[in-house]
């Protein structure tokens, strides 16, 4: 029986590795609910918050003297996730009308003062970024370097020539826009963007017969108008078409008592792509066969390793088991070496560890990030939380964690009973648990809000989301955690299989701490995770969509699998030397990782973000990734934790101890 299971479990394991791999496509669902327009429709551009790779500070849109529309700035509502990444979308006053070709005048700026000056230079020289958005959909702009064609988001705030002085500002700009025609049969449209769930009935769907926007691309160009002519003009007046200029004295210089003048063009172009595909386009830029070659490469060296790994620990413990059994039948009075070290250490292996509360709650809170991690990647994954719905994967992630306390609670008074072999003190664990990880992660996020406050940055949270938080936490979060002990403390205890000694068993001494192999045990599974992780920061830090949640599903079943290997295998190594104090060895195993992860962090600081300025924008990394590197810890310590508990178990509780 025992050799048709374990082919059997295999075969299980390699088919949702299969299952996973099926889901690296990435695939996603539209987004947003489909809107159809008829000729002659107004379509209204929205703009985010200016936003640099080399800085990391988003600031709004109308902090610099751009022009507003004539209703005023209204605020688009947002969601949690929205409000903590510090996007701020508002209106604009640039309008389309659907397939209506046209070049636009906007206004002309009253004449720059020294303050509008030095803020458009520094934004320039920042490398700073205009976001707009249409119909859900972000602008993209088109550049050529070194010959190959790259894609981006977004276009910039002006233009500094090599070796110059003087700054240009970009105040003309020639958009494209590519539609669809629908016809509105056989349609049935579900959306889950920011306008909220829709379908479209059969009643609707003559109604919603039309054209679909597909795509928004924009090129920019800086153009020097006389600013006599144009203030004669009124804003959404008809001019000529403009030919961006190639000689600089012909660009809009940024300098004081100048008057900038704005100016649009739109061209409606149709398009075979299909409004559910319309987002391939920002999906799948440059360097993506670079992604999957390296993405596979990893897996299947990792999974290769941890393969070998396994089937050496399974040989050697099974080795010693049968040979231990085969001595106890017999009753041999002499023993193997290496098998006396693992039973010597029988009544000190469940002895309490030091620091036993902390364990606990570090453990419940690693399930708690662990489950939440877990279920936003697979709902990712399966293409629940698309890039167009902004925000919606770090909304899903704090519901999930407020929702999880209860796990941290019920895993951290589960254990807490366990170790101390009562229930008392179980409110403490489940309070301490509720505001471990909250609490280190309020206080980075404290100093870090503080360092955006005194930038008067967008990214800062608003003290009115501040207490938003704090009502999540002590509200919800709180009292959840408080059941899951309730509920721990109602669970059926876990018994040792062993007796404890009253007298602990001195440790031999070592020729090296042994510290040092835990550290270095942090190396394997870093190894599953690397290169996720170099795209991970790329798409937080350079501003690129990150959407190959299915690889990233694979690396964390992957992740999983190596940490708790890992950890079992230096648990049992302790042990052949008769060091019984395992606990925290076992977690720190695996958990260590997340050392190497803050390690790569600098070092992706260093050689990746060479653009990266300031004391204030490196702060700001590093305390993010301080935060991750924490997060990471929690949850790979716990698997190693709770995999070397139970391999503890299992192997004292499968002899006969004498």
Known sequence: MELVTKPLMYWVFISIIVFAAQLCNGFYLPGSYMHTYVNGDNIYAKVNSLTSIETELP?????????????????????????????????????????????????????????????????????????????????????????????????????????????????????????????????????????????????????????????????????????????????????????????????????????????????????????????????????????????????????????????????????????????????????????????????????????????????????????????????????????????????????????????????????????????????????????????????????????LWGSSSTGAIPISLYFELFFLWFCISVPLTMIGGFMGTRAEAIEYPVRTNQIPREIPARKYPSWLLVLGAGTLPFGTLFIELFFILSSIWLGRFYYVFGFLLVVLLLLIIVCAEVSVVLTYMHLCVEDWQWWWKAFFASGSVSLYVFLYSINYLVFDLQSLSGPVSATLYLGYSLLMAVAIMLATGTVGFLTSFYFMHYLFSSVKID
């Open 59 to 451: 600031f709004s849109y109308y902090s610099l003297p751009y022009c507003k529309p004539l209703g005023g700035i209204k605020k688009s509502a947002e969601n949690l996730g929205e409000l903590l990444m510090g996007d701020q979308i508002d209106n604009s006053p640039y309008r389309f009308q659907m397939n209506v070709n046209e070049s636009i005048y906007l206004c002309t700026t009253t004449p720059l003062n020294e303050h509008e000056v030095k803020l458009l230079k520094q934004r320039t020289r920042d490398l700073y970024q205009v976001n707009m958005i249409l119909d859900n959909l972000p602008v993209m702009r088109f550049a050529v370097q070194n010959g190959v064609k790259i894609q981006w988001t977004g276009f910039p705030v002006g233009y500094t020539p090599p070796g110059s002085n003087d700054d240009y500002i970009i105040n003309h700009l020639k958009f494209t826009i590519l539609v669809h025609e629908y016809e509105g049969s056989n349609a049935e449209i579900i959306g889950t963007g920011e306008e909220g769930l829709g379908v479209i009935s059969e009643s609707d769907k003559s109604k919603a017969s039309g054209y679909q926007i597909v795509g928004f691309q924009v090129s920019p160009c800086s153009v020097k108008y006389d600013p006599e002519v144009m203030t004669s003009l009124h804003m959404y007046d008809n001019i000529t078409s403009i030919s961006c200029p190639s000689e600089l004295d012909k660009y809009q210089v940024i300098k004081e008592q100048e008057r900038i003048s704005f100016t649009y063009e739109v061209e409606f172009v149709k398009s075979d792509i299909k409004w559910p595909s319309r987002w391939d386009a920002y999906l799948k830029m440059e360097g993506s066969k670079v992604h999957w070659f390296s993405i596979m490469n990893s897996l299947m060296v990792i999974f290769f390793l941890a393969g070998i790994v396994f089937v050496i620990f399974l040989r050697t413990v099974r080795r010693d088991l049968t040979r231990y059994e085969e001595l106890d039948k017999e009753a041999q009075a002499q023993m193997n070496e290496e098998l006396s070290g693992w039973k010597l250490v029988v009544g000190d292996v469940f002895r309490e560890p030091n620091c036993s509360k902390l364990l606990c709650v570090m453990v419940g809170d690693g399930v708690q990030i662990l489950g939440m991690g877990g279920v936003t990647i697979v709902f990712a994954a399966l293409g629940f939380m698309s890039p167009a719905s902004r925000g919606m994967l770090l909304t899903g992630m704090i519901l999930l964690f407020l929702i999880l306390g209860i796990a941290a609670g019920y895993v951290s008074v589960r254990l807490w009973s366990t170790i101390k072999g009562t229930t008392e003190g179980w409110r403490s664990i489940s309070w301490s648990a509720a505001c471990f990880f909250p609490g280190i992660a309020f206080i980075i996020l404290t100093v870090l809000n503080f360092i």
